[in-house]
């Protein structure tokens, strides 16, 4: 049983925007917070922006200002709007749910990972 698929990703230029999309299923998108990652060649999985308890959203802070998290819950779906995309943003991007922090860090330890969608900046 898929319970998250990512879609969105491609091959943009520096300064150019994507949107990714990770489409839940209802016990998913219910009951748990929501995340997107990424993880780039050699380096460590990274939180990029979550939601968390109480409206509260989590940005990593070389995205703020640029990307944007967003959810549509008549379609149980997670939006990751990129904006002025830089090629240090260039990494294999992960939708998760999990618990929420309640602390304004988002999720917690994911329970749930997507199959990861590829977000390619060139220079």
């Known amino acids: 049983q898929v319970r998250l698929v990512e879609s969105g990703g491609g091959s943009v230029q520096s300064g150019g925007s994507l949107r990714l999309s990770c489409a839940a299923d209802?016990?998913?998108?219910?009951?748990?917070?929501m995340a997107w990652f990424r993880q780039a060649p050699g380096k460590e999985r990274e939180k990029v922006a979550s939601?968390?308890?109480?409206?509260?959203?989590f940005y990593l802070d070389s995205v703020k200002g640029r990307f944007t998290i967003s959810q549509d819950d008549d379609k149980r779906t997670l939006y990751l709007l990129m904006n002025n995309l830089k090629p240090e943003d260039t990494a294999m991007y992960y939708c998760?749910?999990?618990?929420?922090?309640?602390?304004?860090?988002?999720?917690?330890?994911?329970?749930?990972w997507g199959q990861g969608t590829q977000v390619t900046v060139t220079s």
């Open positions: 209802e016990y998913t998108y219910t009951y748990h917070c």
């Open positions: 998760a749910a999990g618990a929420c922090g309640g602390d304004g860090d988002g999720v917690v330890a994911a329970e749930t």
């Open positions: 939601t968390d308890s109480d409206l509260r959203i």
